[in-house]
C-alpha cells in the first residue's frame, strides 16, 4: 500500500515529492497543517518525516 492507495492522485503526488525529497537530502520534514482528501472528506493532518538508518 502507498499514498496512492490512500490519497487522491494530486495528495498523493505532493505527499511522495516531500518524502523522496527527505530521502534525497536527509533533511527532516515538518508539515505542521495540511488538507488532504480521504474519500469523500477532507481531513487535516500534520507530518513528520525523517530518514531512518541502519533498518
Known sequence: M???D???EED???IT???TSVLDTLSPTIIQEEAVK???KTRFI???TVTVFGS
Request: proline residues 0%; glycine residues 6%; without cysteine.
Open 17 to 19: 515529492a516531500s518524502d
Open 38 to 40: 480521504l474519500g469523500d
Open 6 to 8: 490512500l490519497f487522491d
Open 46 to 48: 500534520s507530518t513528520r
Open 12 to 14: 498523493a503526488a505532493r
Open 2 to 4: 502507498d499514498d496512492f
